[in-house]
């Protein structure tokens, strides 16, 4: 098991991903349900599809901005002022759902409060900044 709960690396569930997925295409009752090339086709962007969204997901969880270590890189989209971190320190971080091209994918992210506006929000990022011509 990994330090995050997770059996195994990146690759290792990858590289299990994509063998379930080959299973699912080339053996096992599939071959008797994909008999017009129109059944084959759409099984395989279907399966292309999930595994677009597990690669998403994974690089997504990677992403340091996932958990800021400074406050003062998220700021209150309606005043600019720096956020303070909305969940406690030692309970896992809210899990939203985005949607993508690739289809519904988790995101772990840290939510914010802004005392002064009393709203709660997510960081939109250290390269995306509110106002005039941006987000």
């Not at 994918?105 to 960081?123: G, L, Y």
């Amino acid at each position: 098991m990994a330090m995050d709960g997770k059996s195994g690396t990146h690759h290792e569930r990858w590289v299990q991903r994509t063998e379930a997925a080959y299973r699912r295409m080339f053996e096992g009752k599939s071959q008797e349900e994909l008999v017009t090339l129109t059944q084959r086709e759409n099984m395989a962007l279907l399966i292309a599809k999930e595994l677009a969204a597990f690669l998403l997901e994974e690089h997504v969880a990677l992403d340091p901005a996932a958990q800021p270590a400074e406050a003062s890189t998220t700021c209150c989209p309606k005043c600019g002022q720096p956020g303070t971190p909305a969940a406690e320190g030692s309970k896992a971080l809210p899990e939203r759902r985005v949607t993508t091209r690739a289809g519904d994918i988790r995101v772990r992210r840290q939510r914010w409060r802004c005392e002064k506006c009393r709203v709660v929000f997510f960081s939109a990022g250290r390269s995306a900044e509110a106002g005039d011509r941006r987000l």
